[in-house]
């Protein structure tokens, strides 16, 4: 068995995943910026807390100084700046490029880490004492929790940016080979499709030239060349929008039966019994070509899955609920459930020589020509399959 990758990565798909994306950086990116502002708002109260806590240890005269008081909360919490009344920086803690505050360096440095925090919405909390003369601002940056939590949206960037790249890439790759597969495949079919009539009318026009007169060999002749026309009708409706006209059903299915039963010697080298039953006379809005040939497609599915081996394909039609519902049965190899949903993808196929596309092409007759559906009603390995196509079907 081979599998080919299916030709259905549309622009729209990697355009919603490139905005869901966006949507998840966005997502992070807006929840992280909460966080943050809780966690700075949580610092500010806690920094408050501290700062009312050193207040009452001086009115109770504790013998408590401010630099160590000031480094006992940076190594818990957070950088801190202090400034007197009119904003002049006198102390600080947890900021390891000042080593003091003597030079008009280190003031400039402090006064930059005071605007940076400003900017950040971190508002100073204010420490006065009447009595005592104080008159203080207390300034305090982000801890080390906050500034980790701010750089993860980046990486959540930098990682999403680069498995949108690698997907694009992929699917880049992918939709290349899928392509290759596909025109590939459609040219094997097409030759396929054509080489039959033309090899028969190779036969016909050597035997004419022996017997001109003969009126069997000129009807065959006739006949191949309708079948050419037939082919070259088919592949000019694909990808088209095409009229649907109510029709019979009996008709297209004994054509279609008839041809599969013309090309058994060539198709399976053992007897193969090919047969139809219709239960009433159903009438249905098909494009006829195009109908006939998903029929075709799938008798000679059913034929191919008896592998050489003598068996049976049968095509059953009823009508049930207001649909037409044309069962396509073979005794064959079958299949196990898990390759259920992939037979209908371009490029699956079980045979060696096989491209997958006979299939796909009639799931596409069935569904975007003819508003209906094709689907494994049942298969199991060496038990056979039950192909199932159900259309919307004609009030009496």
Not at 227 to 256: C, T, Y
Not at 263 to 283: H, N, T, Y
Not at 321 to 326: A, D, H, L, P, S
Request: glycine share 8%.
């Amino acid at each position: 068995m081979r599998f080919r990758l299916p030709y259905r990565f549309a622009g729209s798909f990697k355009g919603a995943l490139f905005i869901l994306a966006v949507g998840i950086i966005l997502a992070v990116m807006i929840y992280t910026e909460y966080m943050v502002r809780d966690l700075r708002e949580s610092s500010g109260r806690l920094l408050t807390l501290q700062v009312e806590r050193f207040k009452t240890l001086l009115l109770h005269g504790d013998d408590v100084e401010l630099d160590s008081y000031l480094q006992e909360m940076a190594a818990k919490d957070f950088p801190l700046i202090v400034t007197d009344s009119v904003g002049t920086p006198v102390s600080f803690s947890g900021l390891d490029d000042i080593d003091s505050l003597n030079s008009d360096v280190s003031q400039k440095r402090a006064k930059q880490y005071i605007e940076e925090w400003l900017r950040q919405g971190n508002e100073p909390v204010p420490f006065e004492m009447p009595e005592y003369g104080l008159k203080q601002y207390y300034y305090y940056g982000d801890s080390d929790q906050i500034k980790r939590l701010r750089m993860m949206p980046w990486v959540e960037v930098a990682v999403v940016s680069g498995l949108i790249l690698i997907g694009y890439l992929g699917f880049r790759s992918i939709k290349r080979s899928e392509e290759r597969s596909v025109w590939v495949g459609m040219a094997r079919e097409t030759a396929h499709q054509l080489g039959t009539p033309l090899t028969s009318l190779y036969g016909w026009v050597e035997l004419l030239s022996e017997r001109p007169d003969d009126p069997v060999i000129r009807e065959e002749i006739t006949k191949d060349l309708q079948r050419l026309q037939l082919v070259a009708d088919r592949f000019s409706k694909i990808g088209s929008q095409m009229p649907l006209k109510p029709e019979p059903l009996r008709p297209i299915v004994e054509e279609a039966v008839g041809y599969i039963k013309r090309r058994l010697p060539q198709i399976s080298a053992r007897e193969v019994s090919l047969d139809f039953e219709l239960k009433g006379d159903i009438k249905i809005n098909v494009s006829y070509t195009l109908f006939e040939w998903a029929l075709e497609n799938l008798l000679k599915n059913g034929v191919e899955a008896l592998k050489g081996q003598p068996g049976s394909v049968v095509l059953s039609g009823f009508e049930s609920g207001g649909k037409v519902n044309i069962d396509v049965i073979d005794n064959g190899c079958g299949m196990p459930r898990r390759q259920w949903r992939n037979v209908f993808r371009p490029g699956f196929t079980t045979k060696e020589r096989g491209w997958g596309l006979g299939l796909s092409l009639t799931r596409r007759i069935i569904e975007d020509v003819h508003g209906g559906r094709i689907y494994i009603l049942d298969s199991a390995p060496d038990k056979g399959t039950t192909i199932r196509m159900q259309l919307p079907g004609i009030k009496h």
